[in-house]
């Protein structure tokens, strides 16, 4: 009864139009667009090409921030660590993202897999929050700070990846008290699998709006 309530509520919702007030206090927050990740010949790419290709993932996006900065709507960027040769030296706990990062030099610091999309580069206005060292955007970072000071209260979460990184930046954004709206047309991740897991199962329990891109849209310009 309670994740049909959820869901149930999480579907009605989505017919609610945003007013100029919420327009003003919403940003979006756009998480790992890494080359590694999103492009061809990226080191991660021959795992998640299925879902970003199937996905659409990256037109998504950028009609996303195409309709948000038209809007008005800030952009906040929350990055991975950009790794380099002396991370995670004589750490007590590695967890699997921290041995992939390390073994792999995932999005490595000044190489290309370790840049932004160039279809999804940050523009003027646009804010890039401090490095997140696992999943969430959150976590020993300053994302919650600029938000804070930027008056932001609503949040629309897109990015890589679906299972990890979006799943926990969307969850610590609930519990800091954001509201908080995931694009589902705008993740991607290894398989099907951890994309649904977090679109029909995760998100639905915690969040507050699952929208698609074109959703979102229609809903921003009604």
Not at 171 to 196: M, P, Q, S
Request: hydrophobic share 40%.
């Amino acid at each position: 009864m309670f994740m049909f309530w959820n869901c149930f509520w999480i579907v009605r919702s989505k017919n609610n139009n945003m007013n100029e007030d919420q327009i003003k206090k919403a940003a979006i927050i756009l998480v790992d667009p890494y080359n590694d990740f999103l492009s061809e010949g990226g080191k991660l790419w021959p795992m998640t090409k299925t879902t970003v290709v199937e996905t659409g993932i990256l037109e998504n996006l950028k009609s996303l921030l195409t309709a948000g900065r038209e809007k008005g709507i800030q952009v906040f960027y929350a990055p991975h660590r950009q790794t380099t040769v002396g991370d995670y030296m004589n750490w007590k706990f590695m967890n699997p993202s921290h041995n992939g990062s390390h073994k792999h030099q995932l999005f490595a610091k000044g190489s290309w897999g370790g840049e932004f999309h160039p279809d999804l580069a940050p523009k003027e206005g646009d804010i890039i929050a401090q490095n997140h060292w696992t999943a969430s955007g959150f976590a020993n970072t300053d994302l919650d700070l600029l938000l804070r000071m930027n008056g932001k209260e609503y949040l629309i979460i897109a990015g890589m990846r679906a299972n990890t990184c979006i799943d926990s930046t969307a969850r610590y954004a609930v519990e800091l008290g954001y509201h908080v709206t995931l694009i589902k047309d705008g993740i991607a991740a290894f398989n099907w699998e951890e994309v649904n897991v977090t679109t029909h199962t995760n998100f639905p329990a915690y969040g507050h709006e699952l929208l698609s891109s074109a959703e979102f849209v229609t809903k921003l310009n009604s």
